[in-house]
């Protein structure tokens, strides 16, 4: 089993390299893009393995994902504030991009005023990562947080993970992967998706 927390530059290649072997993976390295999923199962389900991809492997982090995918259901309109390293260089990050693809699966967010009508820069808008407006900081004293902030009419719910500089909270998702990989054939996303 190859259990991947390298770079977004070469966990591709090293996730193709090990399928390839007939190993299964575990991938925590952010940096992976939507048609790199793709490319990923397809190559799973050739060689009949299994390959986990979590993003971020801490057990609330994965809550993050489940239950803003839950409120999305019931609110119109959302956006994503990431916040990283002053240093970290993908932007959006792997908990954030997942997280608009996850919400992009239960509808389009409600925008009061289309992207292409703002009056100023565009660009203050954030990017559009999967339908959803993805704002990403990286500023000193930030290690890794990602909030949704979803709003209706007279009210607001947050919900936001805060990652310490301790890499302990990342160990369970990660052991929990490990164990799910053997049973598996193909790619599954998300942490969320193991937790029962």
């Known amino acids: 089993m190859l259990v991947d927390y390298t770079h977004a530059f070469v966990v591709k290649a090293n996730v193709l390299a090990a399928i390839e072997r ?28 299994g390959v986990i991809a979590i993003e971020n492997s801490s057990v609330t ?11 999305a259901r019931h609110v119109e309109a959302w956006e994503i504030i990431e916040y990283g390293r002053a240093a970290r260089p993908d932007a959006p990050g792997g908990t954030s991009r997942e997280l608009a693809e996850r919400l992009e699966a239960v509808h389009p967010p409600a925008l009061a005023v ?29 290690t890794v947080s ?11 719910l947050s919900i936001r993970h805060d990652a310490g ?32």
């Open 22 to 49: 007939r190993v299964g993976c575990v991938v925590g390295s952010s940096g992976l893009s939507a048609a790199d999923h793709v490319e990923i199962d397809a190559r799973a389900q050739e060689q009949q393995v």
């Open 61 to 71: 982090a994965a809550l993050l994902l489940r239950l803003a995918s839950e409120a």
């Open 114 to 142: 289309p992207l292409d009508a703002t009056n100023g820069a565009r660009e203050a808008r954030g990017a559009t990562v999967a339908g959803s407006q993805v704002q990403s900081l990286r500023l000193p004293s930030f």
């Open 146 to 156: 990602t909030e949704v902030v979803f709003g209706a009419e007279g009210e607001r």
């Open 165 to 196: 500089e301790n890499p302990a909270p990342y160990v369970a998702g990660t052991l929990i992967a490990i164990r799910a990989v053997p049973d598996r054939v193909g790619l599954t996303r998300g942490l969320d998706r193991l937790l029962r």
